[in-house]
C-alpha cells in the first residue's frame, strides 16, 4: 500500500516549547510532515512567500501581529484570499476569537490544550481540504463571474447592433416612404396628363397620336407596377408582407384574370384557353388579393414569353385536397439547370430577351413568397423551345370555414356581366326604399361599437364588426348606405380595406367614412359638444377621371346646404390641396372637365387660408405633404366651426408602405386633439352622414 504523500508544514509561533510539541504530534502520524519554523509573524509571512507550505499552523498571539493581522496580511499577497490553508492556534478558549479568525478567512480553529496528534493530522488535512474546496469554488466563481462579464460585453455588442440595426430599419422605412411618394408623384402627372390627352379635352387626337398616348399609358402604369413590386420586396425582406387568408371561390378568380389578359393574347394573336373544371370550382384558403397578383403574374410571364400557340390553364385537386393550378405555355422554355433561379430576386433568364420583353426579375420572386406566405408554392416544369408549365400549389379552405361572400358575388357577377349595372340599381332602391338606414362598422372597440350601436338607434341599423376582413362581405349582406372605418391603429389591413371597398361592385355607391378613432369613454356626456370628424372619402393615387370625379360628386352631394338648399352639380366649388404642380394641374382639369369648379393649393397654409377667404364645398387633399401635412390640415379645418363641415377627399397611394402608414395612423390621431373625442360626436357623425347618402339614394327612386 503507497504511503500518504508528504506534507510541508508552517508552524508559526514564538514558543519554542509549542512549536516542539506540533513537531513530536505529528512525528507520531504515518504521514510524513516536514516541519518549518518561524517565531513572528513577519517572519512567517516572509517563509510563505519562499518555501510556499501546505499548511500553515499560526498562534493567535504573536510578537509582532495577532492572528487577525498575519491572516491580512496573508490575503494581501494574493487578491481574492488567502494562498494556502491556514488553522489558528490558541491555548485561550474563546468562541469570539474563533469566529472572528474563520471570518477572516483561516479554515479551522484549534485549542492547544489537551490537542491530540490525531485530532492535530486531521485539523490540517481538514484545512487543507477546506481550502482545496474553497478553492475550486472560487475558481468555478471567477469562471461564471468572466463567463458573466463575456455575456454582458456581448449582451452590450447585440443590443448596439439591435440599435444600429433598428436605426437602419426606420432609415430604410423613411427611404421607402419618401421614395414612394416621390417617385408615385410625378408617375401621377404622367399618367393624368395621358389620360387628359386620351379624353381629348384640347382637340381630336390623330391615330398615331391615339397610338403615343396608349404607350404612354402603358409604360406609365408598367413602371407604377415596378414601384408596388420594389415595395412588396421590400416588405418581404422586413418580413411584414402581410396575406389576409379566407376561404376564396378559385373558379371566379381564374376566370377574372383570363378575361384581363384576354386583350393580351389576342394582340399576339395567341390561344389563351381557361380548361373547363370537372365538378364544382374549388375553394382553396388564400388571399384574394395576392391571388390575383400571382396568377396575373404566372399567365402574364406566359404570354410574354410565347411569340406562338397557346398559353393554357387547368386546375386538380390532389388525393390529399391539395389544389393546383397549372400554366402552360407553348413559348421559348427556360434551361432545367437554370430553373430555379428564376424565383431569385432580380434574375433574368437572358438579358437581351429581357429587354426586349420587359420586366425587372422581381415578378416571379414575389410571388413564391406570397405563395409560401398562404401555405402553399410555385412549381416549374420547362424545355428549351418546348415551352413551360408553372404550378400554382394551394391548401383547401378549411371545412369550417365559409367562402367570403364577395366571391360568391364576383362570381355571379362574371357570369352575369351584362345585366350587373341593373341589378345593382335595383338593389339600391329597394334599400333606399327601406327603413331605417343601413350602416356598417368596423373598429377595434367592441364596447365602444356596442355603444355607438346603441346611439344611433333607432333613425340608423348599425352592424359592426372588429374583423375587418368582413367588411365588404357584411355591407354587401346589408346593403350598406355607409360604411365606417376606424384607420386609428395604423394596421396595413384596415387601408387595404378601404382601397378594396371601392372595387366591390355592389358597394360602388356606397359612401365610406374614415375616422380616426373609435373609443369608448367612460361617464362621458352625450349632450356636450365635441369635434365634428367631418366626411372623409379615400382615392388612391394614381388616381383615374372616373375615380376622382365619383368621389368628389359622391362628397359634394353629402354636404349639408341648408340655408342654399339643392345644389347642381355645376355649381360645386372644389379646392384642390396638393405641394406637387402636375398633380395639382391634373386634377384640376379632370374636375373641371366634370363642370366642377376648381380653386387649388400649393399647401396646407395656403389652403387653410383659401378655405377661410372663401369655403368651397369640397377639398381633395393629398395627405403627405411637407411642413403641414394632410392631416394637420384636417385637425384645423376641425376645430375652426366655419370649415369643420367640409367634405374631405383625401388622396393616398394605394400601396402604402410601413413607414406612410404609422405616418398616417399618428397623425389621424392628431384630428382628435389629444382626446378631446366624445363618442357622441361620433354617433351624430354616423346619423348625418347616413342621413346624407339616404337622401342620395331616394333621388335613385
Not at 254 to 282: D, F, T
Amino acid at each position: 500500500m503507497n504511503a500518504p504523500p508528504k506534507r510541508t508544514v508552517l508552524v508559526v509561533d514564538d514558543s519554542a516549547d509549542d512549536r516542539a510539541m506540533i513537531r513530536r504530534l505529528l512525528a507520531k502520524q504515518s504521514r510524513e510532515y516536514l516541519i518549518l519554523e518561524a517565531d513572528t509573524g513577519d517572519a512567517g509571512l516572509e517563509m510563505v512567500r519562499k518555501e510556499q507550505p501546505d499548511c500553515v499552523l499560526t498562534d493567535f498571539y504573536l510578537p509582532d501581529m495577532d492572528g487577525n493581522d498575519f491572516l491580512d496580511a496573508l490575503k494581501r499577497q494574493v487578491r481574492g484570499g488567502l494562498p494556502l490553508p491556514v488553522a489558528v492556534l490558541t491555548g485561550e478558549q474563546s468562541d469570539e476569537i474563533a469566529a472572528e479568525a474563520l471570518s477572516r478567512g483561516a479554515q479551522d480553529y484549534l485549542a492547544k490544550d489537551g490537542l491530540s496528534s490525531t485530532a492535530l493530522a486531521r485539523g490540517i488535512e481538514n484545512a487543507i481540504e477546506k481550502f482545496q474546496i474553497q478553492r475550486e469554488l472560487m475558481e468555478s466563481r471567477m469562471a461564471i463571474e468572466l463567463r458573466n462579464h463575456k455575456l454582458e460585453v456581448l449582451r452590450d455588442q447585440l443590443q448596439e447592433k439591435v440599435s444600429e440595426l433598428d436605426a437602419a430599419t426606420r432609415a430604410k422605412d423613411q427611404f421607402m416612404a419618401v421614395m414612394s411618394h416621390e417617385m408615385r408623384t410625378p408617375l401621377n402627372a404622367i399618367i393624368g396628363y395621358s389620360d387628359l390627352l386620351e379624353m381629348e379635352l384640347d382637340g381630336t387626337l390623330t391615330p398615331g397620336q391615339r397610338e403615343q398616348v396608349k404607350r404612354i399609358q402603358v409604360g406609365g402604369r408598367h413602371l407604377l407596377e415596378l414601384i408596388n413590386d420594389v415595395l412588396d420586396l421590400a416588405r418581404a425582406d422586413a418580413n411584414k408582407l402581410d396575406v389576409e387568408l379566407q376561404a376564396v371561390h378559385l373558379g371566379a378568380v381564374l376566370e377574372e384574370v383570363v378575361s384581363l389578359l384576354e386583350n393580351q393574347a389576342a394582340e399576339k394573336n395567341i390561344e389563351l384557353v381557361l380548361e373547363p373544371h370537372q365538378g364544382e370550382w374549388p375553394r382553396v384558403r388564400a388571399d384574394l388579393r395576392r391571388l390575383r397578383q400571382i396568377l396575373t403574374n404566372l399567365i402574364g410571364n406566359a404570354l410574354k414569353f410565347t411569340s406562338e400557340g397557346s398559353v393554357r390553364v387547368r386546375c386538380e385537386t390532389d388525393a390529399d385536397g391539395r389544389v393546383r393550378v397549372h400554366v402552360t405555355d407553348t413559348g421559348i422554355g427556360i434551361d432545367p439547370q437554370i430553373l430555379p433561379r428564376v424565383f431569385t430576386d432580380f434574375y433574368q433568364v437572358r438579358g437581351e430577351l429581357t429587354r426586349e420583353k420587359g420586366g425587372s426579375g422581381l415578378g416571379l420572386a414575389i410571388a413564391q413568397r406570397l405563395a409560401r406566405l398562404m401555405g402553399g408554392e410555385i412549381l416549374a416544369e420547362s424545355m428549351p423551345g418546348e415551352g413551360s408549365t408553372f404550378t400554382l400549389v394551394l391548401l383547401p379552405a378549411r371545412s369550417a370555414s365559409t367562402p367570403r361572400r364577395s366571391d360568391l358575388d364576383h362570381a355571379a357577377a362574371v357570369q352575369a356581366r351584362d345585366t350587373r349595372s341593373e341589378r345593382r340599381m335595383s338593389e339600391r332602391r329597394r334599400a333606399a326604399r327601406s327603413q331605417p338606414v343601413s350602416v356598417v362598422a368596423f373598429g377595434s372597440d367592441e364596447l365602444a361599437l356596442a355603444e355607438l350601436q346603441r346611439r344611433v338607434e333607432p333613425g340608423v341599423r348599425l352592424r359592426w364588426t372588429t374583423q375587418v376582413e368582413h367588411v365588404a362581405s357584411l355591407a354587401v349582406e346589408e346593403h350598406a348606405a355607409l360604411i365606417v372605418l376606424d384607420i386609428g391603429n395604423g394596421e396595413a389591413a384596415v387601408w387595404r380595406a378601404a382601397h378594396a371597398l371601392q372595387d366591390v361592385p355592389e358597394l360602388d355607391q356606397t359612401a365610406i367614412l374614415l375616422l380616426p378613432s373609435i373609443a369608448s369613454i367612460p361617464g362621458e356626456d352625450a349632450t356636450t359638444g365635441g369635434i365634428d370628424l367631418g366626411w372623409l372619402s379615400l382615392v388612391p393615387k394614381p388616381f383615374t377621371a372616373a375615380q376622382l370625379t365619383h368621389a368628389v360628386s359622391t362628397a359634394a352631394r353629402g354636404c349639408e346646404h341648408e340655408e342654399e338648399g339643392e345644389m347642381d352639380d355645376d355649381s360645386y366649388d372644389v379646392l384642390v390641396v396638393d405641394d406637387d404642380p402636375d398633380s395639382r394641374r391634373v386634377a384640376a382639369k379632370i374636375l373641371a372637365e366634370a363642370k366642377l369648379r376648381v380653386r387649388q393649393a400649393p399647401d396646407g397654409e395656403s389652403a387653410l387660408a383659401e378655405m377661410r377667404r372663401l369655403p368651397p364645398d369640397v377639398v381633395v387633399l393629398d395627405l403627405m405633404m411637407p411642413v403641414l401635412d394632410g392631416f394637420g390640415v384636417l385637425a384645423t379645418m376641425r376645430a375652426d366651426s366655419t370649415l369643420a363641415a367640409i367634405p374631405v377627399v383625401v388622396l393616398t397611394a394605394k400601396s402604402l408602405t410601413d413607414a406612410e402608414r404609422r405616418f398616417l395612423a399618428r397623425a389621424a390621431v392628431r384630428v382628435l386633439q389629444k382626446g378631446e373625442h366624445r363618442l357622441a360626436d361620433v354617433a351624430d357623425l354616423v346619423v348625418r352622414a347616413a342621413e346624407r347618402t339616404q337622401s342620395d339614394l331616394r333621388e335613385l327612386r
